[in-house]
């Protein structure tokens, strides 16, 4: 049975230290946690209290260990919430015109692309969850979480500052999309231990991502010609043919 948290914070949270807690919960990958079922912050803007709904205690438990540290640092007791068993909710009949259609998942993966493009490595992770891990299959490298691998976006951007995710196409597939792209961009940076060559990259990429029942990133892999890449970097002769 579904349970109720009700929170008011001891001494009391106002909007800034809300909307700071958000902003930092965003960050972590934690913006929509799996087993939330609701949430909404009400009062005075000086005095905000929080109600959420959560399928089970042990998923509140699970976003806590991301929330305790951060409220900590703000300098905000959440307090002992005030715990109950849900016995019924009654959803009132929205406008159709004010409700927006529920977002699909090849919305999420353009919108974490369209994030890259702009460079906002915060926003590219806002749908993972903590856990989530992501596989670059040429490198051979596995991120686990958004810290991480955000890391590894910064990374393509620190070797060209221009790294775009361009002609891209998606595939819905249920609980998994594909996306073919092209990367492409200007090599002004180091690449790793590799200096800067200036020359252009344009590397055809593959990129699946799989969604768990809350819409989240739960994992996510990427597949690309590592060898090409180092050959159109100048790093590498190209293979000889014939």
């Known amino acids: 049975m579904a349970l109720a948290f009700l929170f008011a914070p ?14 930092r919960l965003e960050q972590a990958g934690a913006a929509a946690p799996p087993g ?3 949430h909404v912050c009400f009062g005075d803007r000086d005095n905000l209290r929080v109600l959420d709904v959560w399928e089970s205690r042990e998923d ?12 900590q640092e703000l300098g905000v007791a959440p307090g002992q919430p005030e715990i109950a068993e849900v016995r019924n909710t009654i959803s009132g009949a929205a406008s159709t015109s004010a409700t927006a259609p529920a977002a699909s998942h090849v919305d999420t993966h353009r919108a974490a692309h369209d994030a890259f493009n702009r460079h906002d ?18 490198r051979g490298l596995t991120t686990k979480g958004p810290a991480e691998f955000i890391d590894w976006l910064q990374g393509w951007v620190d070797a060209c500052s ?3 995710v361009d002609e891209p196409s998606y595939i819905d597939g249920g609980d998994y999309t594909v996306a073919r792209f092209q990367g492409r961009g200007t090599n002004d940076g180091p690449m790793g231990t590799l200096p800067a060559t200036g020359h252009r990259l344009d590397v055809a990429f593959c990129e699946v991502l799989h969604y768990d029942s809350s819409g989240r990133i739960a994992s996510g892999e990427m597949y690309y010609d590592s060898l090409g890449m180092m ?10 043919t014939g």
């Not at 509140?60 to 409220?71: E, K, N, V, Y």
């Open 162 to 164: 221009d790294a775009k």
């Open 121 to 138: 490595m915060h926003a590219a992770v806002r749908n993972f969850r903590p856990d989530t891990e992501f596989t670059d299959h040429a």
């Open 36 to 38: 939330r079922l609701y």
């Open 10 to 23: 001891s001494p009391a949270m106002n909007a800034e230290s809300y909307d700071q807690a958000t902003a």
């Open 231 to 240: 050959v159109q970097l100048g790093h590498l002769n190209p293979p000889m």
């Open 60 to 71: 509140f438990d699970r976003f806590g260990q991301t929330l305790g540290p951060i409220m």
